[in-house]
T-cell receptor, first 111, second 112 residues
Framework: DAKTTQPPSMDCAEGRAANLPCNHSTISGNEYVYWYRQIHSQGPQYIIHGLKNNETNEMASLIITEDRKSSTLILPHATLRDTAVYYCIVRVLNYGQNFVFGPGTRLSVLP | ETGVTQSPTHLIKTRGQQVTLRCSSQSGHNTVSWYQQALGQGPQFIFQYYREEENGRGNFPPRFSGLQFPNYSSELNVNALELDDSALYLC???????????FGPGTRLTVL
């Protein structure tokens, strides 16, 4: 079973920031938080990951709370092409470890 | 695009038949993982291959089997197809020590 909890759906206005929450209250000290997204009928796309510190790349920012029990993925200026299902996953970086996907959050960016 | 390719794109089979799906990993990646994604659900891990050996398996029956070749490409074989095997099958490649897996576009299998 997935170790994360996400809202099933969210809406965001085009051009505004999309803030996608994720709860992972049972996360272990050596587990990373990953975010992937899946646009309709395509393979999942890696977005970002982090352990303790906040992270930023060209796609998004990841904010992890100090107790690491929750995190937020931020898309700073959402576009229509960001409409997708977003998956938050916790994972140990180790041989044979794979991603346990939950149902994710369906983000709809509205014009 | 990730550089991971899968074939075929779509496939229709009947119950009881066998199917082989193929995956070419991203250049330099020595690990391939396979996932099954039923409609409306997140991907579910089937198994992973590293250097031509199975390196982890999810909760799937033995009729799901795989191979990895010296060039790190991979096959997923499913015997005795059932209606519930209808799904999108995803292949992902990675370096074992790397952080992220790169997914292909998937093969849509329909079992009638």
């Amino acid at each position: 079973d997935a170790k994360t909890t996400q809202p099933p759906s969210m809406d965001c206005a085009e051009g505004r920031a999309a803030n996608l929450p994720c709860n992972h209250s049972t996360i272990s000290g050596n587990e990373y938080v990953y975010w992937y997204r899946q646009i309709h009928s395509q393979g999942p796309q890696y977005i970002i990951h982090g352990l303790k510190n906040n992270e930023t790349n060209e796609m998004a920012s990841l904010i992890i709370t100090e107790d690491r029990k929750s995190s937020t993925l931020i898309l700073p200026h959402a576009t229509l092409r960001d409409t997708a299902v977003y998956y938050c996953i916790v994972r140990v970086l180790n041989y044979g470890q794979n991603f346990v996907f939950g149902p994710g959050t369906r983000l709809s960016v509205l014009p | 695009e990730t550089g991971v390719t899968q074939s075929p794109t779509h496939l229709i089979k009947t119950r009881g038949q066998q199917v082989t799906l193929r995956c070419s990993s991203q250049s330099g990646h020595n690990t391939v993982s396979w996932y099954q994604q039923a409609l409306g659900q997140g991907p579910q891990f089937i198994f992973q291959y590293y250097r031509e050996e199975e390196n982890g398996r999810g909760n799937f029956p033995p009729r799901f089997s795989g191979l990895q070749f010296p060039n790190y490409s991979s096959e997923l074989n499913v015997n005795a197809l059932e209606l519930d095997d209808s799904a999108l099958y995803l292949c992902a490649s990675s370096l074992v020590r790397d952080n992220e897996q790169f997914f292909g576009p998937g093969t849509r299998l329909t079992v009638l």
